[in-house]
């Protein structure tokens, strides 16, 4: 079975230590911590998943946040696997990391965020395994969520209507 080496990018150091553990608990992953965007951009490390937490911050407020370190990697390296794993309740973040090439959105405010975070980890690694291209699931993702879209505003035109 292959190893995979998972980068994470969490200036929190409990909980990067936490995952980090859980991660390799299982035999499957190599883990590697970055406390900052900025850090992992400049090892230019070879990930097979990445994990990116929104708010980097906590050692310099000069520090880019995880969507713009989304950006700039995605710009490098289209394929890669990106978990966004935030603390945000905002759904416009969620939206927007997975419209920036996310593969998937893990919310720390959650009870069961490690789980949901190890099972999506797992589910990258078994997609890679299975050879299976994600872009189909984004692509189902963003189909999905258009027509949330178009139900949202049929909904305000009954309710515009109605009012009037």
Not at 130 to 157: C, D
């Amino acid at each position: 079975m292959k190893k995979y080496k998972v980068d994470i990018i969490e200036d929190s150091e409990i909980v990067a230590h936490l995952i980090k553990y859980e991660l390799e608990k299982q035999k499957r992953f190599e883990v590697e911590l970055f406390s900052s965007g900025e850090a992992y951009l400049n090892n230019d490390p070879q990930s097979d998943i990445l994990i990116i937490d929104f708010h980097l911050d906590q050692y310099s407020r000069l520090s880019l946040n995880g969507m713009q370190i989304l950006k700039r990697i995605k710009a490098i390296k289209l394929n890669l696997p990106v978990i966004f794993f935030s603390g945000q309740g905002k759904l416009n973040v969620c939206v927007s990391a997975l419209k920036n090439g996310a593969i998937d959105y893990v919310s720390k405010n959650s009870e069961t965020y490690l789980d949901d975070l190890l099972t999506s980890v797992n589910n990258v690694a078994n997609y890679q395994e299975g050879g299976q291209i994600m872009v189909l699931w984004r692509k189902a993702f963003h189909k999905s969520l258009f027509s949330l879209f178009i139900i949202s505003l049929a909904i305000a035109g009954i309710m515009f209507v109605l009012t009037y």
